[in-house]
């Protein structure tokens, strides 16, 4: 008998539960045989990326014999023109859930407190746990962040406070004036992550300008991906934005290559693409109203969202409905982890598969 190895493992791991990532076609394929299944469970872009990121990719994979560049000059140099910031205030990861862990490897310490909010983003509380920090959930307010419920949670031992904006699974969002009267109260020994996976698709003028912010609140950090709206989540490419003194101490403790070659050309073409990018935006608008309507005929209730998925309330456990979608080839996203049991989550999808969903619904529900 080997001794339990939870006894040699950090102390935040002891009831940590990984993050239950959307059901892959293939593995519905796999158990139950089906085929022409329609996953819409993890807020991907149906359009995928530019073909001009998927030629750059293709190119990239030629000269995998080399190292990527390790600094991702060329990406950062390309955003920083987008973003009109200076490039020693980006950091690039793998994915942005390596920028949100890079910081709390950098800034947290264990047995310190991070700030979330009820129905937040379920990696924020998992990366915490993971450096042995304590996570404290704000109550929601309408499923969205309560920003004055959370500053009445800072004391003494937080650290950190992540918000995302919008927000998965709910797609509620802060505006401009809420965030910034929120960071004029927050201590500036708390740095405050404002995860802006989504922003791409908020079509609100009252969405903060997170960058300018910073001008004022140099402990705000944001962090943006090209999984969501760029649909290249499979190559894993984010990003932050912050105080050059903080992009520092994350670069030093950053893995060196943890961006691949593929993914660092993929992103520039993907940025270079405006075309690809307003069919995108469109597309997902077009989507977004057909299913509003649709669920609103159906009298099916859902929290309003400004991102490319709708999370509905089944008013029964959602288990079974998911269940159920699922012996018809249709992958959603259940929120028990969420502690949401009677909601779905489900992403804007192709107009037929969008259909077919509106199809199986009435029957499941
Ligand atoms: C999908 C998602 C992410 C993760 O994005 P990656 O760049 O793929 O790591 C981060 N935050 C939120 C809120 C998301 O929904």
């Given amino acids: 008998m080997h001794h339990p190895f939870i006894n040699l493992a950090n102390p935040g791991l002891a009831n940590l539960i990984p993050y239950q990532p959307g059901k892959p076609i293939d593995e519905l394929h796999r158990e139950l045989g089906l085929d022409n299944i329609i996953k819409l469970a993890s807020n991907e872009n149906p359009l995928g990326p530019s073909?001009?990121?998927i030629a750059a990719a293709q190119e990239a994979v030629n000269t995998s014999k080399l190292y990527p560049d390790g600094s991702g000059y060329a990406l950062k140099?390309?955003?920083?023109?987008?973003l009109s910031i200076t490039s020693d205030r980006i950091t690039l990861g793998n994915g942005s859930d390596n920028i949100l862990k890079l910081v709390t490897q950098a800034f947290l310490r264990p047995n310190e407190e991070v700030v979330l909010s009820e129905y937040g983003f379920s990696t924020f509380s998992i990366i915490t746990r993971a450096h042995n920090g304590i996570p404290v959930f704000a109550k929601?307010?309408?499923w969205g962040h309560d920003l004055s419920a959370m500053l009445a949670l800072i004391n003494n031992k937080t650290r950190l406070i992540f918000i995302a904006n919008p927000n998965n699974p709910t797609g509620t969002w802060v505006n401009h004036e809420d965030l910034q009267n929120f960071l004029s109260e927050v201590p500036e020994q708390i740095i405050v992550v404002i995860d802006e996976a989504y922003m791409e698709y908020v079509d609100q003028p009252e969405y903060p300008n997170s960058i300018a912010l910073q001008e004022h609140y140099p402990n705000l950090i944001s962090t943006r991906s090209f999984s969501k709206f760029h649909g290249l989540a499979g190559l894993r490419v984010g990003y932050g934005i912050s105080h050059p003194e903080i992009a520092d101490l994350l670069n030093r403790i950053r893995l060196p290559f943890n961006v691949n070659s593929c993914a660092l050309a993929a992103a520039i073409a993907a940025l270079d693409d405006e075309a690809?990018?307003?069919?995108?935006?469109?597309f997902n608008l077009e989507g977004m109203q057909m299913m509003r309507k649709a669920y609103t005929d159906l009298a099916i209730d859902f929290i309003p969202s400004v991102t490319n998925f709708l999370t509905i309330d089944c008013k029964q456990p959602a288990d079974a409905v998911y269940l159920a979608l699922l012996k018809q080839g249709i992958i959603v996203r259940p929120l028990l982890p969420y502690a949401m049991p009677n909601h779905l989550r489900i992403s804007i999808g192709f107009p037929e598969d969008n259909a077919a969903l509106m199809n199986a619904l009435p029957k499941v529900l």
């Fill in 140 to 142: 929601a307010k309408q």
């Fill in 77 to 82: 140099q390309r955003l920083s023109e987008a």
């Fill in 51 to 53: 073909q001009h990121a």
């Fill in 276 to 282: 690809h990018q307003q069919a995108v935006r469109a």
